[in-house]
Structures are given as structure tokens and as C-alpha cells.
């Protein structure tokens, strides 16, 4: 899980007895990265009435967190010290000599709780601004963020829909916890601080940075300015130029502006769905593709609608909202639909809304993550999937 979604980690194997062989680190940071959903466990004992605080914890919730999914760093203490010399039992020659010898049980009631022999010393909250020379605190959030989504897309899905027999071949480098990071994302019930959903969206965005080797560097708050830093220079110029002096530009815009951007020479190159360029004329070749299961253009329809487009005649056509126009035609000519019974009305945004706001509109088409749409819009739902990557 860890190595196929590029999160460094020293295990070399694992075997079904849970024996683990690893790479011997030399430091080990007393930090502990923990990820916490729900006001659960050491939250919920250590503040008090924390679960009745409607600004913290969402109501009939079972303590969701109302920002979403956090990250608490903890400084991590040995389970007992001695009262005399205030270090750590175990660090006694003697521990688990005597452990052993009187066997677990007696060992915790005669020593472990005793306070004359040991003063109970669990793991600590830290604050961030403690540990900043410590560790790189931002790389730690991403990685434990990152780790509970691919865990919990497991969990939730993964083996329940057996999905390993369906699609491990054709998706060998990647997990689903994008689409859990979305639905995160898209939770009307959640107020998610800014910079959490910053964090949230970098994670998302590792096409260029995994596959191209190009980090991208977004800006926080509400600016727009956008910085790229090549990793690897070998490995960048598989795809682009070899020019030790190259400088990045990079400029982020909607996929459907991108044709017009590289046509007029405005751009180089694009980093961008290929379902949305291929609507438009062919100005382009491929250099890398990633193909994404979670991606795909789909034709919605409103919740409870009868959709049978082959019943549409000449004098009553239907009216369908398309942003990707070619796309679409195409597909009806594969089912076999008379171009005469249709009309497509070319729109440029939120083509759903067609369905949402007006009856006039039978169908209207949508780029979905893993029809996160269909799940997150109470009026509409999937009638038929157009392009599937």
C-alpha cells in the first residue's frame, strides 16, 4: 500500500504471522504521528465535554470531527519511569530478566503497579511549534493523511466489492483512497478549515510529481500563484528537453481552455484529463498517460426519470446538455441512437445544473470521480457511462 502511492517507509516484507523485516534506522524521532476522525479514546477522556461542543464535534455524529480528519503529533514517553531515577524501566539490565523469571502477571502487580516502583508515563500531545527543528511537520501530515485514506478506502470498500480480482492488473500503481478524499471534500456537513483542505488537495495532486517529476508548489490562502521544481532532472527529460537551465512556468487553468492554450502557443505542453482534449480538435500527442479508474465522463439523469432515448422521434427530440459535445455524439452512434432525435446543447460549466434547475433537459453530461457526482447530488443520479479511464 505504502510503496504503490510513493509514501517512504523502511519495510521489506511482512508474512502472515505478522513477523516484519525492515531496514534498521539509526534515529528514530519521539514523535508519533496520529490521525483522528472521531472524539474518540485519549480526545474524548482528556477534554472535558469536548463531545457536547457543536462547533468541534458534528451532532448524531458518533464525535465526527466537524474539520474532518486531523493530525495530532505526540511525544512519545516509555509506559513507566522510576520514581527515583525518573528514566524509563525498561532501559533497567534487569527488566526483562525479572519479567521472565516471575512471569507477566505478577511482573505488572508487583513492580508496574507499584506506585513505589513505577509512575505510569503515557504519550504526551506536543505542540507544533516545539518540534519544527525536530522533524519537517508539514511532510509527516501529508504522509499520516494520505496513509489513513488508502487504509480507510480499503477497509470501506476494497475487499467488500473484491475489487483486488476486478482491477489489480490494470491499476498496479495506485489505490482508491482519492475517491475517499473527495467524498471527504464534497461532505456538505463538514466545515474543513482552509488549511486542511490544502493539505487534502496536494495529496491529490501527484500526476506530475510521480509521474512527470515535476513538484508542484501551490501557494496558501487565496493565491493563485503556482511554482514547479524538477526532482529528477534524468527522469524529467524521458518526456521533455534536456536543458540543465530550463526554468518551469506553470499555469493553472480549466481543462477546456487547455486545447485553445496549446493550439495558440501559449503553453508547451499540458498536464489535464485526456477525456477533455480529445473533445475538441486534435492540436496535441501524448507523451505519458496515467489511466485513472476513478475518472470518468458519464451521462447523468434526474433521480427516478424513465431514460429511453430510443423512443425520442423528429418532432419529439430530446434535449440533452453536453460539454463534451464529440464525446457524447460518439456514444450515441455506438448505441445506435438516430443523430435526428436528439439535440445536443453545447454548455460550458456545470451541465448537471440543466437537470437540477429545469425540466426541459432529459440527460446531461458530467466528468465524475468514481461517480462522486452521482453519489453527492440528491437530484440526479448515473444513467450511462460515456468514456470510462
Given at each position: 500500500?505504502?510503496w504503490?502511492?510513493?509514501?517512504?517507509?523502511?519495510?521489506?516484507?511482512?508474512?502472515?504471522n505478522?513477523?516484519?523485516?525492515?531496514?534498521?534506522?539509526?534515529?528514530?524521532?519521539?514523535?508519533?504521528v496520529?490521525?483522528?476522525r472521531?472524539?474518540?479514546?485519549?480526545?474524548?477522556?482528556?477534554?472535558?465535554?469536548?463531545?457536547e461542543?457543536?462547533?468541534?464535534?458534528?451532532?448524531?455524529s458518533n464525535?465526527?470531527?466537524?474539520?474532518?480528519?486531523?493530525?495530532?503529533?505526540?511525544w512519545?514517553?516509555?509506559?513507566?519511569?522510576?520514581?527515583?531515577t525518573?528514566?524509563?524501566?525498561?532501559?533497567?539490565?534487569?527488566y526483562?530478566i525479572?519479567?521472565?523469571?516471575?512471569g507477566?502477571?505478577?511482573f505488572?502487580?508487583?513492580?508496574?503497579?507499584?506506585?513505589l516502583?513505577?509512575?505510569?508515563?503515557?504519550?504526551?500531545?506536543?505542540?507544533?511549534?516545539l518540534?519544527?527543528?525536530?522533524?519537517?511537520?508539514?511532510?509527516?501530515?501529508?504522509?499520516?493523511?494520505?496513509?489513513?485514506?488508502?487504509?480507510?478506502?480499503?477497509?470501506?470498500?476494497?475487499?467488500?466489492?473484491?475489487?483486488?480480482?476486478q482491477?489489480?492488473?490494470?491499476?498496479?500503481?495506485?489505490?482508491?483512497?482519492?475517491?475517499?478524499?473527495?467524498?471527504l471534500?464534497?461532505?456538505?456537513?463538514?466545515?474543513?478549515?482552509?488549511?486542511?483542505q490544502?493539505?487534502?488537495?496536494?495529496?491529490?495532486?501527484?500526476?506530475?510529481?510521480e509521474?512527470?517529476?515535476?513538484?508542484?508548489?501551490?501557494?496558501?490562502g487565496?493565491?493563485?500563484?503556482?511554482?514547479?521544481?524538477?526532482?529528477?532532472?534524468?527522469?524529467?527529460?524521458?518526456?521533455?528537453?534536456?536543458?540543465?537551465?530550463?526554468?518551469?512556468?506553470?499555469?493553472?487553468?480549466?481543462?477546456?481552455?487547455?486545447?485553445?492554450?496549446?493550439?495558440?502557443?501559449?503553453?508547451?505542453?499540458?498536464?489535464?484529463?485526456?477525456?477533455?482534449?480529445?473533445?475538441?480538435?486534435?492540436?496535441?500527442?501524448?507523451?505519458?498517460?496515467?489511466?485513472?479508474?476513478?475518472i470518468?465522463?458519464?451521462l447523468?439523469c434526474?433521480?427516478?426519470?424513465?431514460?429511453?432515448?430510443?423512443?425520442s422521434?423528429?418532432?419529439n427530440?430530446?434535449l440533452i446538455?453536453?460539454e463534451?459535445?464529440?464525446?457524447?455524439?460518439?456514444?450515441f452512434?455506438?448505441?445506435?441512437?438516430?443523430?435526428?432525435?436528439?439535440?445536443?446543447?453545447?454548455?460550458?460549466?456545470?451541465?448537471?445544473?440543466?437537470?437540477?434547475?429545469?425540466?426541459?433537459?432529459?440527460?446531461?453530461?458530467?466528468?465524475?470521480?468514481?461517480?462522486?457526482?452521482?453519489?453527492?447530488?440528491?437530484?440526479?443520479?448515473?444513467?450511462?457511462?460515456?468514456?470510462?479511464?
Open positions: 500500500m505504502m504503490r502511492n510513493g509514501l517512504k517507509h523502511s519495510y521489506r516484507s511482512i508474512n502472515s505478522g513477523i516484519i523485516v525492515s531496514d534498521f534506522i539509526d534515529e528514530i524521532s519521539p514523535i508519533e496520529i490521525v483522528k472521531y472524539c474518540q479514546g485519549t480526545d474524548k477522556n482528556s477534554y472535558y465535554d469536548i463531545l461542543n457543536e462547533n468541534i464535534v458534528l451532532p448524531n464525535g465526527e470531527y466537524l474539520c474532518g480528519p486531523y493530525v495530532r503529533l505526540d512519545r514517553n516509555p509506559n513507566h519511569i522510576s520514581p527515583k525518573r528514566k524509563s524501566l525498561n532501559e533497567n539490565p534487569y526483562y525479572y519479567e521472565q523469571a516471575v507477566k502477571e505478577e505488572f502487580n508487583k513492580i508496574l503497579a507499584n506506585k516502583c513505577a509512575i505510569p508515563f503515557v504519550d504526551k500531545n506536543i505542540t507544533e511549534d518540534v519544527t527543528h525536530l522533524i519537517d511537520v508539514k511532510q509527516p501530515k501529508l504522509s499520516a493523511l494520505k496513509m489513513f485514506m488508502i487504509i480507510q478506502s480499503i477497509l470501506i470498500e476494497y475487499f467488500m466489492k473484491n475489487k483486488f480480482h482491477t489489480e492488473l490494470s491499476t498496479y500503481n495506485s489505490y482508491f483512497y482519492t475517491d475517499e478524499i473527495g467524498k471534500l464534497m461532505n456538505t456537513q463538514l466545515n474543513i478549515p482552509t488549511n486542511l490544502e493539505l487534502w488537495l496536494m495529496i491529490r495532486d501527484r500526476f506530475a510529481e509521474q512527470l517529476e515535476i513538484k508542484i508548489i501551490r501557494q496558501s487565496r493565491s493563485l500563484c503556482v511554482k514547479g521544481e524538477i526532482i529528477d532532472q534524468n527522469k524529467f527529460c524521458k518526456y521533455f528537453d534536456h536543458d540543465e537551465n530550463i526554468k518551469l512556468s506553470l499555469f493553472p487553468s480549466k481543462p477546456k481552455d487547455m486545447p485553445w492554450l496549446l493550439a495558440s502557443k501559449r503553453v508547451i505542453h499540458l498536464v489535464t484529463f485526456e477525456t477533455v482534449v480529445k473533445n475538441y480538435p486534435t492540436v496535441y500527442i501524448i507523451l505519458h498517460e496515467v489511466a485513472d479508474p476513478n470518468c465522463l458519464a447523468l434526474r433521480k427516478g426519470a424513465c431514460i429511453e432515448p430510443k423512443k422521434t423528429h418532432q427530440k430530446s446538455a453536453a463534451h459535445v464529440s464525446h457524447v455524439t460518439r456514444f452512434e455506438q448505441i445506435n441512437i438516430n443523430p435526428s432525435t436528439y439535440h445536443l446543447d453545447r454548455v460550458t460549466g456545470s451541465s448537471e445544473g440543466y437537470l437540477v434547475n429545469t425540466d426541459l433537459y432529459l440527460l446531461a453530461d458530467a466528468i465524475v470521480e468514481s461517480y462522486l457526482t452521482k453519489t453527492t447530488n440528491t437530484h440526479c443520479t448515473l444513467w450511462n457511462g460515456v468514456v470510462k479511464r
